[in-house]
C-alpha cells in the first residue's frame, strides 16, 4: 500500500481504474470463497490488529497531532483517536463477524409452482462495494471485515485526517487475507487524500456496484449529487430523547444523561430532549441540571431556560443540529404528538427514544415515528451494530430501499432466484 504523495490527473484516473479492476477480479474470487476460508482471514485480521497495537497507535497519534495543530474540537479528536481498548474492541467485531451464519448462499424462500417448477429465493453478493467516510479510522476493519464476510470486495476512502491510522489498520487486513488464501485486492484502501478520489469513485460504474457513505452532511450531500453508482446513505444523527409525561424520573434522568454524555460524538448521541409540558414541573429540572453539571451546554426555549439560569437560548437552526459535542437543543411540547411532530420536522430518521410508563404513547411514537431505530425507555447510543448483536456495522442507513438501519454482513447481499424444473417448457 504503497501512499501516493503526488498525481497529475491522469496519474489518479489510472491508479482509481486500477482499484477497480483488481477489485473486480477479486470480487470473482470471493463470492465462490468457502466459509471457512473467510472466517479464517477475518480472524487473522483480528489477531494482526492485537498484534501491531503498538504500531496503530503510533500512526493514530500521527494523526491526532496533525488536526488538532490545526484546531480540530475534542469531539472531533475523540472520533479519531483510538487507544488499546478500542484497538481490542475493533478486533473483537472482526471475531465476532466471523462466528456469525454466512449470509451468503442463504435460502431465504423456497416453493414448488403447479408446474413442478421448484424456486428459492438466495442470497448473493453485491459484488464490490466503495466506502467513503471520514475520521473514523475503526470504520477501515468494519467495513473490510463486513465486505469480505458478505463475499464483497472492498474499495475503502477513509478521511485525509486518519490517513496513516487507516492504512496501519489496512495492513492487519491484508495479512489476514493473506494467511487465508485470499486476494489481497479484496480490501483495498485508496492511496491517496486528493479529494478527486471521490469523484473517480461516485462515476466508475464498471467496477463498483454499490456505494456507501459515512459522514458529515457535506459528504453525503455531495455523494447523492455525484454518484451514478446506488448508494447505501449514512446520513448524521439528529437524535431525540422525549420525556413523556407518563416517565419515570429516574429513568428518565438516566436515559437522557447516557444518550447525551456517554460518547458525544457517535451518531447515536441525542442532540434534541424534549419534554413534555405536563412532566415539565417535576422532571425538567433535574433532567437539565444533571446536563449541565456534567459539563453539557443546553440550549432551550424559553420554559427550559427559565428553570436554569445556565441554559442558552436555542436557535431554530439548533433543532435541526447534529453537534456532536456537549451540546444539546431543548424544548417543552404538549404531548406525544407534538413530540412526534417535532422530530418528523427536525430529525434525521436515524435513532429516537420515548421514555414513558404510558403503554399508548410508546406504541404511538414506535408507530408513527420513522426513523431507522426507535426506541423506548432506552438510550439512543444502543444505535450501533455491535450493541443489536450483529457484530460490526459499516453504519445507520437512514434510507428505504435495500437496508435500513445497522448496515451489517447480511445487508451488504443481494439476492438472486434459483428455478430448477424437470424439463418444463412455458405453454
Not at 483488481?22 to 474470487?29: D, K, P
Not at 478500542?86 to 454466512?102: H, Q
Amino acid at each position: 500500500m504503497t501512499a501516493l504523495r503526488a498525481t497529475t490527473p491522469q496519474e489518479l484516473a489510472e491508479t482509481m481504474r486500477g482499484l477497480g479492476a483488481r477489485a473486480r477480479a477479486a470480487a470473482q474470487v470471493l463470492k465462490q470463497a468457502s466459509s471457512e476460508r473467510k472466517n479464517a482471514a477475518l480472524r487473522a485480521a483480528a489477531q494482526a490488529l492485537r498484534d501491531e497495537t503498538k504500531a496503530i497507535l503510533a500512526a493514530n497519534a500521527r494523526d491526532v497531532e496533525a488536526v488538532r495543530a490545526r484546531g480540530a474540537t475534542e469531539a472531533f479528536v475523540d472520533r479519531l483517536a483510538l487507544n488499546a481498548a478500542r484497538i481490542a474492541g475493533t478486533a473483537r467485531g472482526l471475531d465476532d463477524v466471523a462466528a456469525f451464519p454466512d449470509p451468503v448462499g442463504h435460502v431465504m424462500a423456497e416453493w414448488t409452482r403447479p408446474n413442478g417448477l421448484v424456486i428459492q429465493r438466495v442470497r448473493v453478493p453485491l459484488g464490490v462495494i466503495g466506502v467513503i467516510y471520514e475520521s473514523r479510522p475503526n470504520v477501515t476493519a468494519d467495513a473490510g471485515g463486513l465486505c469480505l464476510k458478505a463475499g464483497n470486495a472492498a474499495i475503502l476512502r477513509g478521511g485525509s485526517e486518519s490517513f496513516h491510522t487507516a492504512r496501519a489498520i489496512g495492513a492487519c487486513l491484508t495479512k489476514g487475507l493473506r494467511e487465508a488464501d485470499l486476494p489481497e485486492d479484496a480490501i483495498q484502501l485508496v492511496p491517496t487524500t486528493d479529494r478527486e478520489a471521490v469523484g473517480h469513485m461516485l462515476k466508475m460504474i464498471d467496477f463498483i456496484d454499490i456505494i456507501v457513505p459515512r459522514g458529515g452532511k457535506s459528504l453525503i450531500a455531495r455523494v447523492q449529487q455525484e454518484s451514478r453508482i446506488p448508494v447505501i446513505a449514512h446520513l448524521d444523527g439528529n437524535c431525540h430523547v422525549y420525556v413523556d409525561g407518563k416517565a419515570d424520573l429516574a429513568m428518565a434522568r438516566k436515559v437522557v444523561m447516557n444518550a447525551k454524555m456517554r460518547r458525544v460524538s457517535v451518531c447515536g448521541a441525542a442532540e434534541t430532549l424534549l419534554v413534555d409540558r405536563a412532566a415539565a414541573p417535576t422532571h425538567l429540572t433535574p433532567v437539565v441540571k444533571d446536563l449541565l453539571d456534567a459539563g453539557c451546554e443546553v440550549r432551550g426555549d424559553e420554559a427550559t431556560r427559565a428553570v436554569d439560569a445556565r441554559v442558552k437560548p436555542a436557535s431554530e437552526d439548533d433543532y435541526y443540529t447534529e453537534f456532536l459535542e456537549p451540546i444539546i437543543a431543548a424544548k417543552i411540547v404538549d404531548g406525544v404528538g407534538a413530540a412526534i411532530a417535532h422530530v418528523e420536522k427536525y430529525g434525521s430518521h436515524h435513532t429516537d427514544a420515548i421514555v414513558t410508563e404510558d403503554k399508548a404513547a410508546a406504541e404511538r411514537f414506535l408507530n408513527e415515528v420513522d426513523s431507522a431505530i426507535v426506541l423506548v425507555n432506552a438510550s439512543t447510543q444502543f444505535a450501533d451494530g455491535a450493541e443489536f448483536g450483529m457484530g460490526a456495522e459499516i453504519g445507520i442507513s437512514t434510507g428505504r430501499l435495500h437496508a435500513r438501519g445497522p448496515v451489517g454482513a447480511e445487508q451488504l447481499t443481494s439476492m438472486k432466484y434459483v428455478v430448477r424444473g424437470t424439463g418444463q417448457v412455458r405453454p
